[in-house]
């Protein structure tokens, strides 16, 4: 672990785990947005609303929107699925490995769910055109976690070497002896006696 004599222990929170916490809250809105299927139930309910009109009812009936998961699965899921998640997005921040190792597994997870959601709901050729948003982000949040700057963090262990050094002053502190204040001396003035006293 670095100390913070070293000139390689970092005192702020690399960008690059910014980048990497912002594209993992991202993708996750993302997943849950494909899992629960926002496009589709939405589309469904302006589709029953606007039967009646001629025109919008072709162009409706021309769209084909696929089914998203049944609700009674995924909210259960998203449920167990998101302490955790949100947990990691901020042990990251602190500098954790396991916070690293574990969005080094589920980051790939999320495109795999994300994809196949959306081939059910919208169909290959829309997931084909999606796929790009979903390996640029999962490229960021990887490549900002394998750079240098980044691997430094996780390996000094977040602010843990300030953490040490901070504690090493207070206890240096509280064993250095505290100076006693000083008394200021009055300074008596001679009465003479030959003065006669004011009135």
């Keep these: 672990m670095s100390t913070p004599t070293d000139p390689e222990a970092l005192y702020d929170k690399p960008h690059s785990v910014d980048l990497a916490q912002v594209m993992m809250v991202f993708q996750f809105f993302m997943v849950v947005s494909v899992s629960v299927g926002i496009g589709p139930r939405l ?10 009109v001629p025109l919008l009812s072709d162009i409706e009936a021309a769209i084909d929107v696929g089914t998203s998961y049944p609700l009674g699965v995924v909210v259960p899921a998203l449920v167990v699925y998101t302490v955790p998640y949100v947990w990691a997005v901020l ?8 916070a690293r190792a574990f969005a080094l597994l589920i980051v790939p997870i999320n495109v795999i769910v994300g994809i196949t959601g959306v081939v059910r709901t919208y169909g290959e050729v829309f997931a084909l055109i999606v796929l790009p948003l979903w390996i640029v982000i999962a490229l960021c949040v990887l490549g900002g976690l394998a750079a240098r700057s980044a691997r430094q963090w996780f390996r000094q262990g977040g602010w843990e070497p300030w ?19 000083r008394r200021r001396r009055r300074t008596r003035v001679a009465h003479d006696p030959n003065q006669a006293d004011a009135d």
């Design 43 to 52: 589309f469904n309910w302006f589709k029953g609303e606007t039967e009646d």
């Design 91 to 98: 042990a990251l921040g602190m500098g954790r490995q396991w």
């Design 163 to 181: 953490y040490v050094r901070y504690e090493i002053d207070q206890i240096q502190g509280l064993r250095r002896p505290r100076p006693r204040p």
